[in-house]
């Protein structure tokens, strides 16, 4: 099967399309929110990695959003940038289609819900309405742009026969690409085969667009549910960088993409991911977000490729595919991580970043290579890792905030005191705290010299390598008004690493104050 698509052209049945939502779905997930520059940050490593289309918001509901989906349009090349949008809402469809308007390649992806739980209790709205909404929602829309995609919310709850009518409409009235969302996360593997399947088999128009499946992981099954959704006719896969996403979160990305490249046996298709950046990407999202992924987590895990059994050393080292069914180097880890040392001089420092995949301003790299020359003066060797930590904690947007040095005094006989310099709007302001404990009495100074009423909900310390000369990697969670924001940290210090975590939440609580929420729970 081959047809013409408007962004694709001549589209094949062994091609598969990556739709990446970490913009839109994924920061809807409390806690996950971005200002603008890392969202920029993440929109041109997505294109980088290969992905075809990004959905980088919601432009309706918030100032913020419209302005972060329109500059994504202006200034990322190679990939569709998308844009949801209620079918029916007011002002909706407009509002992507102008956010849009200068993208090299643009998308509006309009959405209602389609089961009957969805159109009695949220809609609260007659099917036969619903019909009509989608066909003037899609026309609206393909009156905007020749590339438009109609999502049905909860559509793996929808009634088959509607279903086949809803998706009937939508592609006659101009919908390219046509997406069933398991928004809640309830469909087995069969299910969505089977849905795929049916609808490809039953409705008038179905081989010419494309199908997309996007699968939420609340029983574990996303990444299996989007694979059976291949099988079944599907060739859009809607995902997210680490799975992040609603609740439980969306069919990772990474697991998705190395489960075609692993089993091309099952999956023959073909995709424009390059697997190796795979983890950059993932990392640079832990980072911008202060969510780490679990240690053991597929492909990007910690321990992904680790074995510690004293039976599969022994296979690794005879032949690494008695265990390892990948090569680490095939999704981005290195097998030497052990790089620079304090000798070292600032042209192999940006050679190494280079390697590492890392692109930054003179002056970003000025501020990295200080940080780099003192944690190599503390430590013995430094590694990838250490380098990537302190790179990324140093290149993030530091927005209103940003730590400049503190000074602490702590002991068993005495109450721990804090002096921390901070720029405030730029502007450096100098506080001392007392604590019950250093990372205390720090955070103390934070609130003496930045007054806000967030209360600390989570403070961990991990670290970035191992050994007592390691960075310590940590995170703050911060809490206001039921608006939860996670930042990271990173430094051979371990309340250095706390300050600098507690300030990146800070500043991501101050974004998100200005946001504004949308008016229900969008498609996905």
Not at 45 to 50: H, M, Q, S
Request: net charge negative; glycine share 8%.
């Amino acid at each position: 099967m081959t047809f013409d698509h408007p962004s694709f052209g001549r589209v094949t049945d062994d091609r598969v399309f990556i739709f990446d939502t970490t913009l839109r779905d994924g920061e809807q997930s409390p806690g996950f929110s971005m200002n603008l520059e890392e969202k920029l940050r993440m929109a041109a490593a997505l294109a980088d990695l290969g992905v075809d289309v990004i959905e980088a918001g919601f432009p309706v509901a918030s100032k913020g959003d419209f302005q972060s989906v329109a500059e994504i349009a202006r200034v990322v090349k190679g990939s569709v940038v998308c844009a949801l949008a209620r079918s029916g809402g007011k002002n909706d469809i407009q509002a992507a289609g102008d956010a849009i308007a200068h993208a090299e390649r643009g998308r509006i992806h309009n959405f209602i819900s389609t089961s009957p739980l969805h159109m009695k209790y949220k809609l609260r709205m007659e099917p036969e309405t619903v019909l009509e909404i989608i066909t003037t929602g899609n026309k609206a829309a393909r009156n905007l742009t020749n590339d438009v995609e109609w999502s049905a919310e909860d559509g793996s709850r929808t009634d088959p026969d509607f279903l086949c009518r809803c998706v009937e409409a939508a592609i006659k009235a101009g919908a390219t690409t046509i997406n069933i969302p398991d928004t809640v996360g309830y469909a087995t593997p069969e299910d969505m085969e089977r849905i795929f399947t049916m609808l490809k088999e039953r409705v008038p128009g179905a081989d010419q667009v494309i199908f997309s499946a996007h699968n939420h992981n609340d029983l574990g099954l996303g990444v299996a549910n989007t694979l059976a959704s291949l099988r079944g006719g599907a060739r859009q896969i809607e995902c997210t960088i680490n799975g992040i996403g609603e609740r439980a979160g969306n069919a990772a990305l990474e697991e998705i993409v190395m489960a075609i490249r692993t089993r091309h046996d099952q999956y023959p298709y073909t995709n424009r991911i390059e697997t190796t950046k795979l983890l950059k990407l993932s990392k640079m999202l832990s980072t911008t977000t202060g969510f780490d992924v679990q240690p053991n987590k597929a492909i990007v895990g910690r321990n992904a490729f680790a074995h510690e059994s004293g039976i599969h050393q022994d296979g690794v080292l005879k032949n690494a595919a008695t265990y390892e069914i990948m090569t680490p180097e095939s999704v981005g880890w290195s097998k030497t991580s052990l790089v620079l040392g304090k000798h070292s001089g600032r042209a192999a420092f940006r050679d190494k970043l280079a390697a590492l995949g890392y692109t930054i301003s003179d002056e970003k790299m000025n501020e990295a290579f200080q940080r780099f020359k003192d944690l190599a003066d503390s430590k013995k060797v430094v590694y990838d890792e250490d380098i990537i930590a302190l790179v990324d904690d140093e290149v993030r947007d530091h927005a209103r905030i940003r730590f400049l040095s503190l000074d602490v005094v702590a002991g068993s006989q005495r109450p721990a005191e804090a002096t921390l310099v901070l720029e405030i709007d730029g502007e450096a302001v100098e506080t001392t705290a007392n604590g019950n404990g250093p990372v205390d009495a720090a955070f103390n100074a934070i609130r003496s010299a930045f007054p806000h009423d967030a209360r600390l909900a989570l403070f961990s310390v991990g670290a970035v390598t191992e050994g007592t000369d390691a960075q310590a990697r940590t995170t703050v969670r911060l809490e206001e008004n039921g608006k939860m924001v996670d930042g990271q940290g990173a430094d051979a210090d371990t309340v250095v690493s706390a300050v600098r975590s507690y300030i990146h939440a800070l500043n991501k609580l101050l974004v998100k104050r200005t946001r504004g929420e949308p008016e229900e729970l969008v498609a996905g």
